[in-house]
C-alpha cells in the first residue's frame, strides 16, 4: 500500500470510531486548546461544531494540495484567512496543530502504525508549509 492509501484507510477508521462518543474532530481540538493558551485565544468565540465541520472539509484540500502539487481555490482562501492581515495564525502554531493531530490519531486509529504516522505527516506538510509561506504575503 502507498501513503496514499495508508492514509485513506487510516481516516476512514478514525471517522468510524467515536470514542465514548466524543468524535475524533472534538477530541482534536480539546487536545489543541489544551496545549497553549494563545492558540486557545484564537479560538474564543468561535463556534467548535462549526469549526470541527470545516476542518473535516479542509482535509480533503490539504489531501488535494499533497497528490496535485496544485493550490486549488480552496486551500489559497484558507491560508488568507489565516495570515498576518486576518487571523493571525503564527507559523509556529502549524507545528503544534500537526502534532496535536498525530496525538489524537494515535488514540482513534486502532491500527496506528509508524506507516499510519508518517502517511499523515506526509499528506499534511505540503498544504501546512502552504500555509506558513503565505503568512506573510498579501495575496
Ligand atoms: C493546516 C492547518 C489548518 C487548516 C487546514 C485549517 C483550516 C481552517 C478552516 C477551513 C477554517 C474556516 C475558515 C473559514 O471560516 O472560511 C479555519 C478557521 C480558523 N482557524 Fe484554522 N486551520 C489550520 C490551522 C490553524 C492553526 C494552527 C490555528 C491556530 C491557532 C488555527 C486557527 C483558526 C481560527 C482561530 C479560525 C477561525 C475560527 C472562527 O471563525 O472563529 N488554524 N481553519
Not at 81 to 108: A, G, M, V
Request: hydrophobic share 40%; proline share 2%.
Amino acid at each position: 500500500m502507498g501513503f496514499e492509501e495508508i492514509f485513506d484507510a487510516s481516516y476512514k477508521r478514525i471517522l468510524s470510531d467515536p470514542r465514548n462518543g466524543i468524535s475524533f474532530f472534538d477530541a482534536f481540538y480539546t487536545q489543541l486548546l489544551g496545549s497553549n493558551e494563545e492558540v486557545a485565544e484564537h479560538f474564543a468565540n468561535t463556534d467548535m461544531a462549526v469549526q470541527q465541520s470545516m476542518l473535516k472539509k479542509s482535509f480533503y484540500s490539504l489531501f488535494a494540495f499533497y497528490a496535485s502539487g496544485q493550490a486549488d481555490d480552496a486551500i489559497r482562501s484558507i491560508a488568507k484567512r489565516h495570515n498576518h492581515k486576518n487571523l493571525d495564525i503564527k507559523p509556529e502554531f502549524y507545528d503544534l496543530w500537526l502534532e496535536c493531530l498525530i496525538s489524537t490519531i494515535r488514540q482513534y486509529d486502532d491500527k496506528f502504525s509508524d506507516d499510519v504516522e508518517l502517511a499523515w505527516r506526509l499528506v499534511m506538510t505540503p498544504g501546512i508549509t502552504y500555509m506558513k509561506f503565505k503568512y506573510d504575503k498579501t495575496s
